[in-house]
């Protein structure tokens, strides 16, 4: 196969010396690190391999996406788009699999040819394919764990024990939530440690009476400010990474222009990029990593490029596989070889195993009738929320782990859009004020079973000749359980607060619909029943480094990405330390 360097996107002096070089020089393809992926964990992967020095090679599927330059919708006003929002029928076509689709955020969507995937059980898998992925996407909540949940698998007897502690991460969520900034409150509940944190946005008034409702009502139970990767009171770190106090535009996943809420392209790219260390290169669809059997270690990545279609090899001493949960699985199961004929690193045969993901499918919602001198005014880019408080100091259901719950409460005016002439100008001129109103969604851990798998299709191929993934996961009784625990208690505690109109029902998604896949190439302290390490090499494959929500061992009940990006730093500087004495 031909293999030549197309023109790559290029930021340091030292890249740019060896452009002149001749086309075919594998010393021009080959970096101290690759990263695969540049979303919210390869964004601090790059950042961190970059400033301590590594020649970094950031290969992402997506096409370029420049902080503020390419974000087009950012600032337009909803008469700017062309049908106020709504996607039409002709456009939706190619996005037939995609959620959230509104034509403020259509240049982010993916369109179903892109990568195929076989849904052996219904899964609704959202992927972000730029640079930035998901980090542009997401909703930005961000929770600590805490020891109950990284003891969750050894005290309930699942999945296998987690090689690290909450110990060992505890310097590195702090040193990531410096940086990236987040907004909240210091709580100071064993559940859910406290972050490093800027001033919280303001709860509503029914979330605050919610809140002093279920104090008395339900001691154990608290409502707290969400914390959120939103800047409040911008610190000297945050302004150098050219981002600024957050507007409380509620137009996040737009793109921010000031940087307002984290992202990999606001934050870790251009920190990164600035260290003269970073070669970001578009359109790279990583295949495969090549394993040197002579060497008993990776030597590098083969991409195929998503413009000529042609294989290209990359080389690097180190290898970060950031592409997001189950194609981080894909990739290690398209990186066979004699070695490991089934998968890198994989001779347990646990290789896209035990994924496990959130619970999402309750949802709630009900009204209060006091208050009635109040209202809301403005935006708030957060919500509310109740940590976890089934199952954590001890086993109190007949189902194992818990939930927490995400709270939201307001009262806005509106107008009822449904009338005509006189009666309609009149409801636009004199919206009402209704009852506040307040809302709730389940977010709960889902058991990791060895049954709920991802694998490869034997012949299907995507139009990269990559083969097809098929995802097989299912709910168990577990989950079904907690949705009913879920329905009862979010009742109980809306009954015991006054609420009317009170609603809270299993809406039956398909796995996947909470956005937080993980697992198949977990973490462990052995390499029978683990795929990585404690400081998440592969056990196998010690300099590939697998750090998104691939290598967690169970899931928690939290949003995950603070951990991924915690565990992504964590293990970027002990590659830095191992690589200094020799040892990668
Ligand atoms: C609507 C929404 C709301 C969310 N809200 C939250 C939240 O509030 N809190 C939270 O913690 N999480 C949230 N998430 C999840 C969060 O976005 C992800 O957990 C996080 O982005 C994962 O980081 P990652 O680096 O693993 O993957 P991503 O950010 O998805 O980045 C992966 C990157 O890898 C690239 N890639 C994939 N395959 C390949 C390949 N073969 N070759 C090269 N590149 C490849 C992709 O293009 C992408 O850029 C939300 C997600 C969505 C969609």
Redesign the pocket.
């Known amino acids: 196969m031909d293999i030549r360097l197309p023109p790559v996107i290029t930021t340091g002096a030292w890249q740019q010396k060896l452009e002149i070089m001749p086309d075919d020089s594998i010393k021009k393809r080959t970096y101290d690190a690759i990263v ?8 601090w992967a790059a950042k961190e391999l970059c400033e301590k020095g590594l020649k970094t090679l950031v ?4 096409r370029n996406v420049e902080h503020i330059k390419d974000y087009p919708t950012a600032s337009k006003a909803p008469w700017e788009f062309d049908h106020r929002g709504t996607v039409s029928v002709e456009q939706r076509k190619d996005y037939q699999g995609a959620r ?1 689709l509104r034509e403020e955020t259509l240049h982010w969507a993916l369109k179903d040819d892109e990568q195929p995937f076989i849904q052996e059980k219904p899964f609704r898998w ?10 542009l ?6 929770q600590r764990w805490s020891d109950y949940d990284f003891e969750g698998p050894l005290r309930d007897g699942f999945a296998v024990d987690w090689p690290i502690r909450y110990k060992d991460l505890e310097p590195w969520y702090s040193y990531v939530e410096k940086f990236a900034g987040i907004a909240g409150n210091k709580d100071g509940l064993a559940e859910l440690p406290d972050s490093e944190v800027m001033p919280g946005f303001e709860m509503s008034c029914v979330e605050l009476y919610f809140k002093e409702s279920l104090e008395k009502n339900f001691p154990g139970r608290h409502l707290i400010q969400a914390r ?1 990767a939103h800047i409040t009171d911008p610190q000297p770190i945050h302004l150098e990474q050219g981002r600024n106090k957050c507007q409380n535009q509620t137009m996040c ?1 737009r793109g921010c222009v000031f940087g307002g809420y984290f992202s ?1 392209n606001a934050s870790t790219i251009p920190w990164a990029r600035k260290s003269g260390n970073l070669t970001i290169r578009p359109f ?4 495969s990593v090549i394993y040197d059997e002579t060497k008993s270690k990776a030597s590098g990545v083969r ?1 195929i490029d998503g413009e000529t279609k042609e294989m290209i090899e990359f080389y690097a001493r180190v290898i970060y596989i ?4 189950l ?2 699985n ?2 290690l199961l398209n990186s066979t070889s004699g070695r490991f004929p089934n998968g890198l690193g994989n001779d347990s045969g646990l290789l896209g195993k035990y994924i496990a993901w959130h619970n999402y499918r309750g949802k709630g919602s009900a009204q209060f009738e006091g208050l009635k001198d109040k209202r809301t005014d403005g935006r708030n880019p957060s919500n509310a929320y109740i940590p976890r408080f089934r199952n954590v100091f001890k086993q109190e259901t007949d189902f194992l782990r818990g939930y927490a719950i995400g709270i939201g409460g307001g009262r806005n005016a509106s107008s009822n859009t449904d009338l005509i002439g006189d009666e309609l100008r009149e409801s636009l001129l004199q919206p009402q004020l209704g009852n506040w109103h307040i809302a709730s969604w389940m977010m709960g851990e889902s058991v990791p079973e060895e049954k709920n798998h991802v694998r490869l299709h034997k012949d299907l191929k995507d139009k990269y000749g ?1 083969p097809q993934l098929i995802v097989s996961c299912d709910w168990s009784e577990n989950d079904d359980k907690m949705v009913a625990d879920y329905v009862e208690q979010s009742k109980l505690m809306f009954e015991k607060a006054g609420f009317i109109n009170i609603k809270a029902e299993d809406t039956k998604s398909p796995p996947g619909a909470d ?2 896949e993980m697992g198949g190439a977990r973490m462990g302290n052995d390499p029978k029943t683990s795929l990585l390490n404690k400081w998440n090499q592969l056990h196998l494959c010690k300099n590939v480094f697998v750090t ?2 691939a290598c967690m061992t169970s899931t928690g009940t ?5 951990t ?1 990006m915690a565990i992504t730093a964590r293990a970027a500087n002990h590659a830095v330390e191992e690589l200094r004495r020799g040892e990668l």
């Open positions: 695969i992926g540049s979303g919210a964990s390869g964004g290969l992402e599927r997506g959230f959202v992927r972000g394919y730029h640079v930035g992925g998901k980090s996407l997401w909703a930005r909540q961000t959120c996943n990999s790279a669809i990583v295949h991409i950031n592409a997001s949960a194609n981080s894909a990739i990559i956005i937080h998104d929500g939290q949003n995950p990405t603070l991924y």
